[in-house]
C-alpha cells in the first residue's frame, strides 16, 4: 500500500493556523497525513496582547482553542513542545518524543530581542503570550491595590516604564492610558500621582511610521499623561526601575519590554543559517539548501528590495505566507517542481491608541481617530473571517466598530 506522505506545521501562530487551515481546506489531507504541533491547546492573537495586558480586554477573548478552528479528523494535532530540528534526519525532536516528516513548515513564532541589556530577563515583563500578559494585568493592578494600603507611600509602585515606542509598545500604553484612570478610581488614587513613561532609543517614536500619524498618536497620548523619553537608550533594567544611557534613573515597579522580536532560538540549536534568529527564505519560502522545509511568519526573513531592508514580521504577512505556503506544498505533492513566489502584499498598517482612537495608513490614504479604530476592528474581523469564517467572527470578533 502507498504511504501517505507526511506534512508536518510546527506552530500555531497565524502562519502555522492559516497553513494548516488553507491545506484542509484545499483537501491536501486526502492526500497526505498533517500533523500540526504547538505548545498549546489553543491559538492566540498575537496583535491583541497589549489589550489583555493592559486589562481592558479578557484575554480569553484572544485565544481561541485549535480544536475548535481545526478539524481534528483530517489533522493530527500533538500539544508539545519542539526541541530541536534535525534536517538530516527529516526528524522533530519534541519535549517528550520525536516526529518525522517528509514536509516540514516552520512556524514557531518569535521571542522578545533584549539587545543584550542586562536585568531585562530578570525584572522586565514582556507581551508575548496569553500567559505573560494575564501577570502584566495582574502585576498592574496589585501596584494600585497595594499603594494605599502601605503607611508609607511608595511612588514607584504607581510608575509604569514601557521600553521600546514600536507598534506593541506605543498600542500598549494606549491601552494602559484608557485604563489608569478606571484604576485610581477603583483604588482611591490621584490620577496626577500615576506617571507612564514611553522611552525609545530610536530619533523618533513609531519608526518608519509616516511622521504626520506619529505626531497625532504622542499628541493624543500625551494629553492622556503619558511622558515620552525619544533618543534615550536604556543602559540596564533593575529591580526598581531602569538606568537610561545619560546615567539618569527613572524608579518604577513595572518596567514592560516591548523593543522588538527575533526568531526563535530553535532554529539555531538546530543549525540553521540565521540572522537574529530569523531564516533568510528562498522567494519560494523554502529554506536555503532544502527543498521540503518551509519557514513563514517570524521564523521567515524577507528583503524588501526597494530600501534593502527586511520586512517588519507582522501578521498581515503571515497569513499572506500561509497561502503560498500551502499552495506550494500541494504543488509539490502534484510532481509539480513550479512552485509559487511569495512578495508581500502591503495592504496597510493600523495602531490602535486605546478606547476609540487609532492612526492608520492605507493605500496612501491616513486615517486618524475613529475611523482608524474601526479600519483596525476589520483587519482583526477578517483574519478570523479568513480562518474560521462568520461563526468565529461573531464568536471571537470586535463586533463594536464604531
Given amino acids: ?52 495586558a493592559a486589562g481592558t ?105 514601557v521600553a521600546g515606542a514600536g507598534f506593541t509598545g506605543i498600542e500598549f500604553v494606549g491601552e494602559l492610558s484608557e485604563r489608569i484612570p478606571e484604576l485610581c478610581e477603583e483604588y482611591d488614587i490621584d490620577r496626577d500621582k500615576v506617571r507612564v ?24 497620548l500625551e494629553s492622556r499623561g503619558v511622558e515620552f523619553r525619544i533618543n534615550t537608550p536604556i543602559k540596564e533594567v533593575k529591580e526598581d526601575g531602569v538606568l537610561l544611557n545619560d546615567g539618569e534613573e527613572i524608579k518604577a515597579s513595572t518596567v514592560v519590554w516591548t523593543t522588538g522580536v527575533k526568531g526563535n532560538s530553535v532554529l539555531d540549536k538546530s543549525g540553521f543559517e540565521t540572522m537574529r534568529g530569523r531564516i533568510k527564505v528562498e522567494k519560494d519560502l523554502r529554506a536555503p539548501g532544502f527543498d521540503n522545509v518551509f519557514v513563514i ?38 510532481g509539480s517542481e513550479k512552485l509559487e513566489h511569495f512578495t508581500p502584499d502591503i495592504k496597510g498598517t493600523v495602531a490602535s491608541l486605546g478606547g476609540k482612537e487609532a492612526i492608520g495608513l492605507v493605500g496612501t490614504k491616513k486615517l486618524y481617530g475613529q475611523s482608524a479604530s474601526a479600519v483596525k476592528k476589520m483587519i482583526d474581523n477578517r483574519y478570523l473571517f479568513l480562518l474560521g469564517g462568520m461563526p468565529l467572527v461573531l464568536k471571537k470578533g470586535k463586533l463594536n466598530i464604531f
Avoid at 530600501?307 to 500541494?330: D, E, G, L
Fill in 1 to 52: 500500500m502507498h504511504k501517505k506522505p507526511k506534512i508536518l506545521i510546527l506552530g500555531a501562530g497565524y502562519g502555522g493556523m492559516m497553513t494548516a487551515s488553507r491545506l484542509l481546506k484545499s483537501s491536501v489531507y486526502q492526500d497526505a497525513e498533517i500533523t500540526l504541533v504547538n505548545k498549546h491547546n489553543y491559538h492566540y492573537q498575537t496583535t491583541w496582547l497589549h489589550e489583555p
Fill in 57 to 161: 480586554l479578557h484575554h480569553d477573548r484572544t485565544r481561541m482553542r485549535i480544536d475548535s478552528v481545526i478539524d481534528m479528523n483530517k489533522i493530527n494535532f500533538i500539544k508539545d513542545e519542539v526541541k530541536e530540528i534535525k534536517t538530516d534526519e527529516k526528524k522533530v525532536i519534541l519535549e517528550s518524543g520525536e516526529l518525522d516528516y517528509d514536509y516540514l513548515v516552520i512556524g514557531l513564532g518569535s521571542e522578545p530581542e533584549t539587545f543584550g541589556i542586562p536585568g531585562v530577563e530578570e525584572h522586565a515583563f514582556a507581551i508575548r503570550s496569553v500567559n505573560s500578559v494575564r501577570l502584566i494585568r495582574e502585576h498592574i493592578e496589585y501596584m494600585f491595590a497595594n499603594y494605599n494600603n502601605e503607611v508609607e507611600k511608595h511612588d514607584e509602585y504607581l510608575r509604569f516604564i
Fill in 197 to 220: 513613561y514611553s522611552v525609545e532609543a530610536a530619533p523618533t517614536a513609531l519608526p518608519g511610521f509616516d511622521e504626520e500619524l506619529v505626531n497625532y498618536a504622542m499628541n493624543l
Fill in 297 to 334: 511568519g517570524d521564523c521567515a526573513l524577507i528583503i524588501n528590495e526597494e530600501i534593502n531592508r527586511p520586512y517588519p514580521p507582522t501578521a498581515q504577512i503571515a497569513i499572506q505566507q500561509a497561502y503560498t505556503c500551502s499552495n506550494n506544498i500541494k504543488a509539490l505533492l502534484s
